[in-house]
């Protein structure tokens, strides 16, 4: 399942990666892609949105 998520907290490569690392602690087959200007995050993974979203929070974003 493939999902857009809207990440406002995005500010630079760093917070991509640090997103990237926690869907892949999540999911490690998880395809990640975040758009740093854009501040979105693309994810194709088998893990529910919901437990996507929180990983990101987890992570110290905020998800739109």
């Not at 999540?26 to 996507?52: G, H, R």
């Amino acid at each position: 399942m493939t999902m857009q998520l809207k990440v406002p907290s995005i500010a630079c490569s760093g917070c991509a990666d640090t997103i990237t690392k926690a869907i892949k602690n999540l999911e490690s087959e998880a395809d990640v892609q975040v758009d740093v200007e854009q501040k979105i995050v693309t994810v194709e993974a088998k893990a529910s949105e919901e437990s996507i979203k929180e990983v990101i929070t987890a992570s110290g974003h905020t998800v739109e």
